[in-house]
């Protein structure tokens, strides 16, 4: 349980927050988070972690958002939600064998974890690994057919292997849901 000073310092950086004043907030974050680092009884420090790398994430603050989703890896390590934010900063840093790593360890976690299947496919394909790229976009598609957009990368993925019969069915699947699709039509088109 919070303390009362704590609850305080944390509703005040949550306004801050709320009100659009994102330097303001990650400072205030930061204060509360640095005061309470040496304390590892609190669980909801993992938390305050996984928020203030996502804080910084949205400013664009790529080195201290991984900083901070790593302390959050650290303090809950079941927690798969942090292991994917974390991988979508290394992705976001082409740092692919980490984001890789980090999106498994998400979906060790939690099956359940869908948007990790679609960066993970992301960061294999990136990183040259074609056929897990479609194995990781296939499950996700399994398990959540109209997730179109992942739908659309396994259609580039095919088009790319020269697979054009495979890449035309994707993309007609994407038009079929966002007829107006403009990439799906240039691939199809093509």
């Known amino acids: 349980m919070l303390d009362s000073r704590l609850d305080s ?3 005040e950086a949550y306004g801050l927050e709320l009100r659009g004043k994102l330097d303001e907030a990650v400072e205030r974050f930061e ?3 640095e005061a309470s680092d040496g304390d590892t009884d609190r669980p909801e420090l993992a938390l305050l972690y996984k928020h203030m790398g996502n804080l910084h994430f949205r400013l664009g603050h790529l080195r201290r958002a991984r900083e901070r989703l790593a302390r959050a890896c650290d303090f809950d390590p079941q927690c798969a939600g942090a292991w994917h934010d974390l991988g979508v900063v290394d992705y976001h840093m082409a740092d692919f064998d980490r984001a890789i790593e980090a999106f498994r360890h998400a979906l060790k976690l ?3 974890q869908l948007p990790s299947y679609f960066w993970l496919g ?3 394909y990136h ?3 074609h056929e897990e790229a479609v194995a990781a976009f296939e499950t996700l598609l399994g398990q959540s057919p109209n997730f179109t957009i992942a739908r659309f990368h396994l259609g580039v993925i095919h088009a790319r292997q020269g697979r054009g019969d495979r890449a035309e069915e994707a993309f007609r699947d994407v038009l079929l849901k966002n007829p107006k699709d403009a990439a799906a039509r240039f691939y199809v088109g093509t």
Do not use: Q
């Open 9 to 11: 310092d944390l509703s």
């Open 31 to 33: 204060e509360i988070v």
């Open 110 to 112: 939690d099956v359940g």
């Open 122 to 124: 992301n960061a294999l």
């Open 127 to 129: 990183r040259g690994d």
